[in-house]
């Protein structure tokens, strides 16, 4: 490898940790944490809306810039660990794909992964490649979205690393935590259970639809919010917290791929089967008017549309008014959507008759 060549990464791995930069170093840290520390989370924010420093902070005894980071654990929880890749022409398309929304985007994804087991997430690492000559502000606008969806959940980065490539993947790495026993698996639905979605699954392969044919004037169109689903997800960190903290899930899983292939996973890790009903299921406006304008039964986008990261849970029927209180106090719609059953994975249209899906949703492979 040229000099020059590792003299530019490591250019950009200092510019990381310098965006990234403890807000206290220089600061005496005590090694034992407080109770409101060991949460995580936003309590950090101070009541003036002024950010505070995110308590994971306060648990960084050394971030980017040695060999690892070191970090202080947390009594009474188990540590939860996942990572993703995101890869050019797999999982976006530079043209369409703004690079501050792909940062928050890279970050997001795991985040959401983390809220499907009831968890908080601590800290995040990143390795990034791209290829030689790309434009800088590219890169910038990518640490720019990791900076930002970092500050709004208050997850701080602990580690680094670039390379070159002949294209753009970012793999992001979150840690976070829950109280131990609180982890809610997708193993523990039961013949009988609810099923619920967070959210209007869909809007995301919608909105990829939309961004395919028109490039960034979907960001302009009346379809906007769903390209902006699909470029900039929310993880549903508060609802996956809210629902391992009050008992309400039994088993969930995060919609990565599909509402139906993600049910598929979640039935067969707990050995049962599932009933879905479109009757009812909750699907957006921009879904509706494009299904309407187009002729395309909105079904298939709505159960084998991927990338929703929309959390797919399932509750004891005697919970279900308790899940609708929940989704009142965070303003965020949980939808029933069909039942746990024995065995087998039927769709009911809304007309009650059977559905065939062509495709259950995104296989990777
Ligand atoms: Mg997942």
Redesign the pocket.
């Known amino acids: 490898m040229k000099k020059t060549k590792v003299e530019n990464e490591d250019a950009f791995v200092k510019e990381l940790a310098k965006r990234f930069a403890s807000p206290l170093e220089g600061r005496q840290t005590s090694n034992r944490l407080t109770k409101k520390q060991g949460r995580g989370g936003r309590e950090g924010r101070a009541a003036s809306g002024v950010p505070a420093v995110a308590p994971a902070w306060r648990r960084v005894i050394k971030s980017i810039g040695d060999d690892t980071s070191v970090t202080l654990p947390s009594p009474g929880s188990v540590l939860l660990t996942?990572t993703d890749t995101l890869v050019e022409s797999t999982h976006f398309e530079r043209p369409y794909t703004p690079a501050r929304l792909l940062g928050r985007k890279a970050l997001s994804v795991s985040l959401?992964?983390i809220a499907?087991m009831g968890g908080a997430p601590l800290f995040f690492l990143v390795s990034i490649t791209f290829p030689a000559g790309i434009d800088k502000k590219y890169i910038d606008g990518i640490y720019d979205g990791f900076k930002s969806c970092s500050d709004e959940f208050g997850v701080p980065l602990i580690g680094g690393n670039t390379a070159r490539a002949p294209i753009v993947t970012i793999s992001t790495t979150v840690l976070g935590e829950v109280k131990r026993g609180r982890e809610v698996l997708r193993s523990g639905a039961r013949p009988g259970d609810i099923i619920f979605v967070t959210g209007t699954p869909g809007d995301s392969a919608l909105g990829l639809k939309v961004l395919q044919n028109h490039g960034l004037k979907a960001l302009k169109g009346r379809f906007k919010r769903a390209a902006l689903r699909h470029l900039d997800p929310a993880p549903r960190l508060s609802a996956g917290q809210e629902l391992s903290r009050l008992k309400l899930a039994t088993s969930m899983?995060?919609v990565?791929d599909g509402v139906a292939l993600?049910l598929k996973r979640l039935t067969q890790a707990s050995g049962a089967g599932a009933e879905i009903c479109l009757s009812g299921f909750p699907i957006s406006k921009e879904l509706k008017l494009f299904s309407e304008t187009t002729g395309t039964p909105w079904g298939e986008l709505a159960l084998s549309g991927g990338e929703d990261y929309e959390l797919l849970f399932t509750a004891r029927p005697k919970d279900e008014k308790k899940v609708a209180a929940l989704s009142r106090s965070l303003g965020l719609k949980m939808t029933r959507i069909g039942r746990i059953t024995e065995t087998g994975l039927n769709v009911i249209g809304a007309d009650g008759r059977p559905v065939k899906l062509k495709r259950l949703g995104f296989e990777h492979f």
């Open positions: 996942t959401s992964d499907a899983i995060d990565s993600d």
